[in-house]
T-cell receptor, first 116, second 113 residues
Framework: DTGVSQNPRHKITKRGQNVTFRCDPI?????LYWYRQTLGQGPEFLTYFQNEAQLEKSRLLSDRFSAERPKGSFSTLEIQRTEQGDSAMYLCASSRTSGQNQETQYFGPGTRLLVL | GNSVTQMEGPVTLSEEAFLTINCTYTATGYPSLFWYVQYPGEGLQLLLK?????DKGSNKGFEATYRKETTSFHLEKGSVQVSDSAVYFCALRRFGGNTPLVFGKGTRLSVIA
């Protein structure tokens, strides 16, 4: 396993701008999750996919947020019209639903967003 | 709803001291329980897990036992090292498969030589 990768690692943007983050899961992991972590808090669930289907969205995911996983491999998370309250670490995780270590979620290093 | 409460930090210990980080949960059904660790500058890593009552998860000298009667999953280590300095997160996953994790707020541990 090469691990979950996320890009960019850091993003600074001005309020009102749109940003997009990318997550590449561990190959053959069919589930992919997005979480958000603010300073001093644990990660909070945003949304997750099984293959290309988005199965659940948290109430934290406002209309300004959209996530896709078009081919069931990498995923993108877009935030439109960013607000200062969007500043956080955005974490991606992936897991498999069968085989060894199924159900264990493996996390990427995160993308740190700062909205000025 | 589902929630996890863990003891607030920071926790500062001397090397070779005994560590306990308390974690209790609220959940419907029978969740799976996890401890994740975040070392400085690194991503979250699974430390150990337990999927049913009375299971004991263990790894790298850390242990935690799934206690259904007290809805707890306390993390313990008999002798901590400086390299154990990190933030520790307790988490649960709803019963029923690969559902999202619910995390506690994390406990920062600092071990001094």
């Amino acid at each position: 396993d090469t691990g979950v990768s996320q890009n960019p690692r850091h993003k600074i943007t001005k309020r009102g701008q749109n940003v997009t983050f990318r997550c590449d899961p561990i190959s053959e992991h069919n589930r992919l999750y997005w979480y958000r972590q603010t300073l001093g808090q644990g990660p909070e669930f945003l949304t997750y996919f099984q293959n290309e289907a988005q199965l659940e969205k948290s109430r934290l995911l406002s209309d300004r947020f959209s996530a896709e996983r078009p081919k069931g491999s990498f995923s993108t998370l877009e935030i439109q019209r960013t607000e200062q309250g969007d500043s956080a670490m955005y974490l991606c995780a992936s897991s498999r639903t069968s085989g060894q270590n199924q159900e264990t979620q493996y996390f990427g290093p995160g993308t740190r967003l700062l909205v000025l | 709803g589902n929630s996890v409460t863990q003891m607030e930090g920071p926790v500062t210990l001397s090397e070779e001291a005994f560590l306990t980080i308390n974690c209790t949960y609220t959940a419907t059904g029978y969740p799976s329980l996890f401890w994740y660790v975040q070392y400085p500058g690194e991503g979250l890593q699974l430390l150990l897990k337990a999927t049913k009552a009375d299971d004991k998860g263990s790894n790298k000298g850390f242990e935690a036992t799934y206690r259904k009667e007290t809805t707890s999953f306390h993390l313990e280590k008999g002798s901590v090292q400086v390299s154990d300095s990190a933030v520790y997160f307790c988490a649960l996953r709803r019963f029923g498969g690969n559902t999202p994790l619910v995390f506690g707020k994390g406990t920062r541990l600092s071990v001094i030589a």
